[in-house]
């Protein structure tokens, strides 16, 4: 019901080193002559949460872990999304991030000099379960010491047929709400890995 954008999605996944300088537009995008001509800004995803259901065991596992770790955030329910029809299991259910109800995404906005061309760019982080908008926050989620696993992987949606921000996150959110499933489908289940199901060498399989 709306004139069609244009919108570049990428989705980048860090595992195997350390590796506490991911690469983000606001950084990028200047070394590739762009200028920053507004913000970051820190706005919400408006995802459409009546396609989720919570699943309660991985809730509860979630919460006895962060009760455990001493973490924020472990009073979040565990919810799982539908596959896209283009995905190879279409229709299966797969676990969201902790704290999906609440996802924010850092914007900024660039300018490329002498052409007035424009882009808002913006991104956010899931790591190790959850979620968060900025780089620091992904030293605190992937790089606890109590973990024996750490990942962490970056979603940015960019587009140039955009005027704000809050407009960014709103097509984010209409793209994110198809393919959010599929791209949870990339990485480390966090139930999985907290029940010790999942890699097959986890520790907390024989505690």
């Not at 979040?76 to 991030?97: D, E, F, K, T, W």
């Not at 900024?108 to 007035?116: A, D, L, R, V």
Request: proline share 8%.
């Amino acid at each position: 019901d709306a004139k069609p954008r244009a919108v570049e999605l990428h989705v980048a996944y860090y595992t195997g080193t350390i590796d506490t300088v991911p690469h983000v537009p606001d950084r990028c995008m200047v070394g590739a002559g762009w200028s920053i001509a507004g913000g970051p800004w820190i706005v919400p995803v408006p995802l459409d949460r009546g396609r989720w259901i919570e699943d309660d065991a991985a809730s509860a596992d979630a919460r006895a872990a962060g009760t455990a770790a001493g973490s924020t955030g472990a009073d979040s329910p565990i919810y799982s999304g539908r596959l896209s029809p283009a995905s190879h299991a279409p229709g299966n259910r797969v676990r969201l991030p902790r704290g999906i109800e609440h996802v924010q995404m850092s914007v900024t906005e660039f300018e490329k000099p002498g052409t007035g061309q424009r882009m808002f760019a913006g991104y956010f982080f899931i790591a190790n379960g959850g979620l968060t908008p900025t780089a620091t926050g992904v030293r605190l989620l992937a790089y606890d010491l109590r973990s024996d696993y750490a990942y962490y992987a970056k979603v940015q949606v960019s587009s140039e047929q955009v005027k704000s921000a809050e407009e960014l996150a709103r097509v984010a959110a209409d793209l994110l709400d198809d393919l959010l499933p599929d791209v949870m489908q990339c990485v480390p289940d966090w139930t999985d890995v907290l029940r010790g199901d999942y890699p097959p060498d986890n520790p907390r399989r024989h505690g």
